[in-house]
């Protein structure tokens, strides 16, 4: 099967913008080594960065004609705000799971409310790239292809 990893904005920052909260990985390490376990285990993994929200949106739309199984987001700050990206998930009908580095329940009141919480299969956060590890080992797991 086949397992999209997407990273909203700023996540190109990742190992440089405040790594005491976000950590000293890369977004291409995380990528990596996603991609090699995936592949381990006979899955294919594609994934992507964007600090556009028509981008990810449109990403999105490409998946569910690909066939694409799983989605696994970090919406980054279009967490807070994109109804739009929102309603792309909906549409595509590709189950997901929101992943967020930072425990968003330990910060600022705006990052509380997530646009995707409500319609994912599950979210993790504050456990830096783990929470994609993980997301990915559940991923793999509702999904026998
Ligand atoms: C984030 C949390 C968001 O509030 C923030 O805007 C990000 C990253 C996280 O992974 O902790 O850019 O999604």
């Known amino acids: 099967s086949t397992i999209l990893v997407l990273h909203g904005p700023n996540l190109n920052m990742l190992g440089s913008r ?24 006979g899955h294919h993994l594609l994934h992507l960065q964007s600090n556009a929200e028509y981008e990810l949106i449109e990403r999105v739309h490409e998946a569910r004609a690909e066939g694409v199984d799983f989605i696994i987001i ?18 595509s009908g ?5 992943v967020h580095l930072s425990n968003v329940h330990a910060r600022e009141p705006f990052r509380h409310h997530s646009y995707f919480s409500d319609i994912a299969k599950g979210v993790i956060c504050g456990l ?12 793999l797991k509702r ?3």
């Open 18 to 41: 405040e790594p005491e909260v976000y950590g000293y990985e890369t977004l291409a390490d995380i990528d990596d080594r996603l991609r090699s376990r995936a592949a381990e285990q």
């Open 128 to 139: 830096g790239s783990q929470g994609y590890d993980l997301a990915l080992q559940a991923a």
């Open 94 to 98: 590709i189950p997901f799971i929101e």
């Open 74 to 91: 970090n919406p980054a700050a279009f967490t807070h705000t994109s109804v739009a990206l929102r309603d792309a998930m909906l549409a």
């Open 143 to 145: 999904i026998h292809r």
